[in-house]
T-cell receptor, first 111, second 112 residues
Framework: SQQGEEDPQALSIQEGENATMNCSYK?????LQWYRQNSGRGLVHLILIRSNEREKHSGRLRVTLDTSKKSSSLLITASRAADTASYFC???????????FGGGTRLMVKP | DAGITQSPRHKVTETGTPVTLRCHQTENHRYMYWYRQDPGHGLRLIHY???????DKGEVSDGYSVSRSKTEDFLLTLESATSSQTSVYFC???????????FGPGTRLTVL
């Protein structure tokens, strides 16, 4: 079973708009990570937020984590056509021996 | 790609045949992982390794075995391939067990 569940499953926006993706999980975690996957390629790490952190920024990316609600969100500001990809959240369990991925959000940014 | 290669990149095989996929890294990272990716399921962990000859099962390990006889190579074997094992297989490495993972380019396996 998947630990993380992304919402929405698919998102289509215009270039310049902001994109928000959400992730919910079920059990306690060590950290939560977001990855990006372009079609036919491997996953690329975007950002990691630890369980004692609430918000983190990296360039146009903003990630929040609410451990009380077991949820996280990824915000991409001023989106570009090149941001078109699938985005996955992944949670690291407390035992520290594995990541569990959600099903992903497919983002399309129209030029 | 963090120095990770996978071979082969594409393979078509028949039900019942053995298949071995190879993951090779050049940076001596301790942790290595095998995932499969299927539509609607994201990535699911098959097996992982935390050192030479040290391996453990993941979420979907049935029908798969692994071996790691040296740091740089992590092999995934399907002893008798089935059509349900048609998937894209990704290898990943990490420095620490809960740290960022770096993924290889993937192997697309089709079992007819």
């Amino acid at each position: 079973s998947q630990q993380g569940e992304e919402d929405p499953q698919a998102l289509s926006i215009q270039e310049g708009e902001n994109a928000t993706m959400n992730c919910s999980y079920k059990t306690s975690i060590n950290n939560l990570q977001w990855y990006r996957q372009n079609s036919g390629r491997g996953l690329v790490h975007l950002i990691l937020i630890r369980s004692n952190e609430r918000e983190k920024h990296s360039g146009r990316l903003r990630v929040t984590l609410d451990t009380s609600k077991k949820s996280s969100s990824l915000l991409i500001t001023a989106s570009r056509a090149a941001d078109t990809a699938s985005y996955f959240c992944a949670t690291a369990n407390n035992a520290g021996n594995m990541l569990t991925f959600g099903g992903g959000t497919r983002l399309m940014v129209k030029p | 790609d963090a120095g990770i290669t996978q071979s082969p990149r594409h393979k078509v095989t028949e039900t019942g045949t053995p298949v071995t996929l190879r993951c090779h890294q050049t940076e001596n990272h301790r942790y290595m992982y095998w995932y499969r990716q299927d539509p609607g399921h994201g990535l699911r962990l098959i097996h992982y390794s935390y050192g030479v000859k040290d391996t453990d099962k993941g979420e979907v390990s049935d029908g798969y075995s692994v071996s790691r006889s040296k740091t740089e190579d992590f092999l995934l074997t399907l002893e008798s391939a089935t059509s349900s094992q048609t998937s894209v297989y990704f290898c990943a490495i990490s420095v620490g067990n809960t740290d960022t993972q770096y993924f290889g380019p993937g192997t697309r396996l089709t079992v007819l």
